[in-house]
Structures are given as C-alpha cells and as structure tokens.
C-alpha cells in the first residue's frame, strides 16, 4: 500500500482517484503508523509552506516521513511536497522545511503572471522512474508562485521555463517529486503516477 498523507491541505482525494484509476493501491492516511507500514509515501499539497509544516508537526507525521525516506522507501512529492523536502521557504518570512535536500524555495520575480498557472512543459535533464515511457518536453499542470533552487543542481531532472528557467522535477535515488500536479495532468499525469505504481513494485 502506497501511503498518500493527508495534513488538512492538498488534492488528496484526485490524487487518491488518480492511483485509483490506474489500479494502484494507495490510501489517504493522516497517522504515523501508516505511514510506518507503508511500501511508499506520497506527499501531495497545496497553500503555504508554513502552514503545511505546522499541520505534519501538529500531527506527528514529520518524523515518519523522514524515516520512511531514509530508509529507502520510494517518495513523491507533489507541489508543496517537493518544496517542503528542502531546508527553508521564503513564503510569509523564513520558515524551515523537512531540510531532506539542501535549497530554498523562492518566490518568482518575474514579468509574467504569478502564479504560473496552466499546462507548461517539463524539459528532461535525467529521465526518474516516473517518467518512464513518456516523451521530453510533455506538457503537464502548475500552480504555484514558488519554486525550489536546490543547493545541488544534481538533484534537478527536469526544468520548465516561465520567465526563467526553474527546477520542476527533482529526482535523487528514492526520492522524486514534481512541482506540477500529475493529477491535474490527464494522461500523462495517470502515466506518471502508474510509472510510480510500478517503481514502488520495484522497491
């Protein structure tokens, strides 16, 4: 069972009907000894950075993710599940995250439209598990106005340009997660969380 945690903020239940439809068992949970069980975690979200890590630490869940990580169990974050990887958010002041990966996640300063909203590409610079059999730059759904800079542009897969050229993709060992939302992004976005059906399989 794929473990998707529910901390009050997020799309779980199209992320929940996403796997759902393409015969993935996983479940929304909110306790730390599912997440414990689990073969894999995913961290969907939506809203502010300090909100959501308010809400894991209210509710106990900050240690079992990290735990869950480090053990070499697969992980995706969605949106704010691949910022809250990271050492801080500039969002609302300077607010600590799971600090898994070092970086920030900044606000964009751009001329266009924040937030960036709507179908934009993924260009590949490694090609993650989840992205199995799906071609470079395919389009798929945003909706942020943060993005992370990763100390390490190793951790980078795939970059997507709106103004700049931003991190949308991370990829390092277990760990993946996108800025864009699979669930929101039709068939790629069902490949996509097959893809991570499969590599949990794998695991």
Not at 49 to 66: G, K, Q, T, V, Y
Not at 81 to 93: A, D, H, N
Not at 100 to 125: A, C, E, Q
Request: charge should be neutral.
């Amino acid at each position: 069972m794929i473990a998707i945690v529910d901390y009050g903020m997020g799309n779980l239940r199209s992320v929940e009907k996403g796997f759902q439809k393409v015969g993935v068992d996983a479940r929304v949970v909110s306790d730390a000894k599912s997440i414990e069980n689990a073969q894999a975690v995913v961290l969907p979200g939506v809203g502010a950075f300090r909100d959501c890590m308010r809400n894991l630490d209210a509710l106990s869940l900050i240690e079992p993710i990290a735990k869950s990580i480090a053990s070499g169990k697969p992980y995706l974050g969605i949106c704010l599940g691949l910022q809250l990887l990271f050492t801080e958010s500039e969002e609302f002041g300077n607010y600590k995250g799971l600090d898994i990966l070092p970086g920030k996640v900044v606000r964009f300063r751009i001329d266009l439209k924040v937030p960036h909203m709507g179908w934009n590409t993924v260009s590949l610079l490694k090609r993650p598990p989840i992205f199995e059999d799906i071609p470079d730059n395919s389009y798929v759904y945003f909706v942020h106005s943060y993005f992370v800079a990763p100390a390490d542009p190793a951790v980078t897969a795939g970059m997507t340009e709106y103004g700049i050229s931003f991190t949308s993709m991370i990829w390092k060992e277990n760990i993946v997660a996108t800025q864009f939302h699979p669930e929101k992004s039709q068939e790629t976005g069902l490949r996509i969380l097959r893809n991570f059906g499969d590599w949990v399989k794998k695991a």
